[in-house]
C-alpha cells in the first residue's frame, strides 16, 4: 500500500462583514465555485489560478471564474496566527489589472483590523 506523503495544511480563513456580504451575494453556482477554491487553498494546494500575491503589496486573492465572469476576494495573512487568512472584500473583476482603488481598500482594512487587536 502506498502512502500519501503530500504535506499538508491546515490553513484557516475568516471572512470579514464585507467579504462575507460579497459573497452572500454571488450567484449560487459562482460562490460554490468560489468556496471550492478556497478550500484547495486551505488544504495545501499552490496554484496561483486560484490564489496569487499580488504585487507590491501584502495583499492576496482569491480567484474564481464562472460563466465568463471574473470574481475576486481580496485577503492578507494574519502575522499573529500560524496558517490564517483573512478575507478583505470581493469584487467582480472587470479589466486584465486589480483595481488600485481596490488593493488600497484592503490594506485600509487590513490596518483596521490591527488597530482592533
Same mark, same amino acid.
Given at each position: 500500500?502506498?502512502?500519501?506523503?503530500?504535506?499538508?495544511?491546515?490553513?484557516?480563513?475568516?471572512?470579514?462583514?464585507?467579504?462575507?456580504?460579497?459573497?452572500?451575494?454571488?450567484?449560487?453556482?459562482?460562490?460554490?465555485?468560489?468556496?471550492?477554491?478556497?478550500?484547495?487553498?486551505?488544504?495545501?494546494? #499552490?496554484? &496561483?489560478?486560484?490564489?496569487? =500575491?499580488?504585487?507590491?503589496?501584502?495583499?492576496?486573492?482569491? @480567484?474564481? %471564474? *464562472?460563466?465568463?465572469?471574473?470574481?475576486?476576494?481580496?485577503?492578507?495573512?494574519?502575522?499573529?496566527?500560524?496558517?490564517?487568512?483573512?478575507?478583505?472584500?470581493?469584487?467582480? #473583476?472587470? &479589466?486584465?489589472?486589480?483595481? =488600485?482603488?481596490?488593493?488600497?481598500?484592503?490594506?485600509?482594512? @487590513?490596518? %483596521? *483590523?490591527?488597530?482592533?487587536?
Amino acid at each position: 500500500m502506498q502512502r500519501d506523503n503530500t504535506k499538508r495544511m491546515d490553513i484557516s480563513v475568516e471572512y470579514l462583514e464585507e467579504a462575507q456580504s460579497y459573497i452572500d451575494n454571488m450567484p449560487e453556482k459562482a460562490r460554490k465555485k468560489m468556496f471550492h477554491n478556497v478550500g484547495l487553498v486551505c488544504t495545501g494546494v #499552490k496554484d &496561483t489560478r486560484i490564489f496569487k =500575491k499580488l504585487t507590491d503589496s501584502g495583499i492576496w486573492e482569491f @480567484r474564481a %471564474e *464562472y460563466e465568463s465572469n471574473e470574481y475576486r476576494l481580496l485577503s492578507f495573512w494574519d502575522n499573529t496566527k500560524s496558517s490564517f487568512i483573512v478575507a478583505t472584500h470581493g469584487f467582480d #473583476k472587470k &479589466t486584465q489589472r486589480t483595481p =488600485k482603488g481596490e488593493i488600497e481598500h484592503a490594506e485600509r482594512i @487590513r490596518d %483596521e *483590523y490591527y488597530k482592533s487587536k
